[in-house]
């Protein structure tokens, strides 16, 4: 029989490794942490039938690489939870001949229902002007709209000014939404000239998509030609509204156009976003935090067949420990 004999450091060693081993089991059957983040989630029918019922187990939330997590709530933006924030913001740049679309948009805010507060603003000087505050008085919002004054004044930018709206709404539980009917065309001009920016990289729709992550703001852009040289510049026309469709789809929401010419009527889209407002799902869902709040990509999908769920790309995570 042949015998091993042990030094007295191979057993701190031994033990080591043990111990090691015992707080990786622990660490592994152990759960992590996690947070609640929120996302306002669409659900639209993939045929031409009526969009099918999808309950809280059959909504499949992954995190980063392919980590499902749980869904804590699942609520239909209805009753209680039917609040909703809408901001109609206007362009002041667009062609005064928008002023033949401005009754469809009064018919579009008188017919939303009491949960709905509606304000009305322009877009001016990378910035905005606010025509009426957010209002359940439907009338006074659908008085508020006016010609634009065909100008974007010396430092127009859309995304700037949807920036600043944004960054100043009032904090609540209700759902947020902009409808922007815009040409999507930076005007304002830093340096470089006209061709300094690369088509969809513009640093200002990158800002805009992160604000509209982060605060939850779903954006639903309606293209309507604006005025001056750049209107007629092809490569400016196209860009613009390709930055304007990419940060509807970032935050959840949708673009509407019609090639680069003006729409017979914003009719057809509005009863659109109106059927994708009355669509959506305010979910709650338990994510793994990092150790600063941020923006984290989440990916939502559901086995239930004929219907697809839209949200923002991202959600905005608390950091750990709520610091």
């Not at 030094?7 to 996690?34: D, H, I, K, N, Y």
């Not at 609640?36 to 992954?62: E, Q, Y």
């Not at 509005?270 to 994708?276: G, K």
Request: hydrophobic letters at 40%; proline letters at 5%.
């Amino acid at each position: 029989m042949t015998y091993f004999r042990l030094r007295p450091g191979s057993l701190l060693v031994l033990a080591a490794l043990l111990f090691g081993a015992l707080a990786l089991q622990a660490q592994e059957s152990t759960p992590a942490a996690t947070v609640p983040a929120r996302l306002t989630v669409t659900l639209s029918a993939t045929g031409d039938g009526p969009v099918p019922t999808v309950n809280k187990d059959d909504v499949i939330v992954t995190q980063g690489r392919n980590n499902r997590r749980k869904v804590i709530s699942w609520e239909a933006a209805r009753g209680e939870h039917a609040g909703l924030d809408l901001f109609i913001l206007i362009d002041d740049v667009l062609n005064t001949s928008v002023g033949s679309q401005l009754d469809t948009l009064r018919d579009f805010i008188n017919a939303q229902p009491s949960s709905t507060a509606v304000g009305v603003g322009y877009m001016r000087n990378a910035t905005f002007q606010i025509a009426q505050n957010f209002t359940t008085d439907h009338a006074l919002a659908a008085k508020a709209l006016r010609l634009p004054r065909g100008s974007a004044g010396a430092m127009g930018n859309p995304y700037r000014s949807l920036m600043a709206l944004m960054n100043g709404w009032p904090q609540h539980q209700n759902r947020r939404g902009i409808i922007a009917v815009t040409d999507g065309i930076i005007r304002m001009r830093s340096g470089g000239g006209p061709n300094s920016r690369f088509l969809g990289t513009d640093p200002d729709v990158n800002s805009a998509s992160s604000v509209a992550q982060r605060t939850g703001t779903l954006i639903y852009s309606l293209y309507f030609p604006g005025v001056g040289h750049f209107q007629r510049n092809f490569w400016e026309a196209t860009n613009g509204q390709n930055g304007m469709a990419r940060l509807s789809e970032e935050s959840g929401g949708e673009s509407f156009f019609l090639g680069l010419q003006a729409p017979v009527s914003f009719g057809p889209w509005l009863d659109s976003i109106q059927r994708l407002i009355d669509n959506q799902y305010l979910l709650v869902f338990g994510a793994s935090p990092n150790r600063r709040a941020g923006l984290q990509n989440v990916d939502l999908s559901t086995e239930v067949p004929g219907v697809d769920l839209e949200s923002a790309r991202g959600a905005w995570v608390p950091a750990a420990g709520g610091q």
